[in-house]
């Protein structure tokens, strides 16, 4: 979906990878998914935070308890997004969180 609006894309599969990744290349967003391999997002989003405080994160999940209100917000995540998900609601999701800047 970010391609097709012409964004650089990085996919890793595991939380591990992705903290390495992001030591290694510099990022504008960090999309997650709440389930990964070996790391659930919300402890991976607190590890990008301690390293990278400045970086949104924005965690995807297809918990519907997770998304009912910011209150239940992990630490470290900017903006959570209930799944399946359209292209211009992802779209409105990451135009938020560069607005809030």
Do not use: W
């Given at each position: 979906?970010?391609?097709?609006?012409?964004?650089?894309?990085?996919?890793?599969?595991?939380?591990?990878?992705?903290?390495?990744?992001?030591?290694?290349?510099?990022?504008?967003?960090?999309?997650?998914?709440?389930?990964?391999?070996?790391?659930?997002?919300?402890?991976?989003?607190?590890?990008?935070?301690?390293?990278?405080?400045?970086?949104?994160?924005?965690?995807?999940?297809?918990?519907?308890?997770?998304v009912?209100?910011?209150?239940?917000?992990?630490?470290?995540?900017?903006?959570?997004?209930?799944?399946?998900?359209?292209?211009?609601?992802?779209?409105e999701?990451?135009?938020?969180?560069?607005?809030k800047?």
């Amino acid at each position: 979906m970010l391609e097709f609006d012409h964004h650089r894309v990085k996919v890793v599969t595991a939380a591990p990878d992705a903290l390495e990744v992001c030591e290694k290349e510099a990022f504008d967003l960090i999309i997650l998914d709440y389930l990964m391999p070996l790391m659930k997002g919300d402890k991976l989003a607190l590890a990008l935070k301690e390293r990278f405080p400045r970086l949104p994160i924005l965690m995807i999940t297809a918990d519907a308890e997770k998304v009912e209100s910011l209150e239940n917000r992990p630490p470290g995540v900017d903006l959570l997004m209930g799944k399946p998900f359209q292209l211009n609601e992802l779209r409105e999701a990451i135009g938020g969180l560069f607005r809030k800047e």
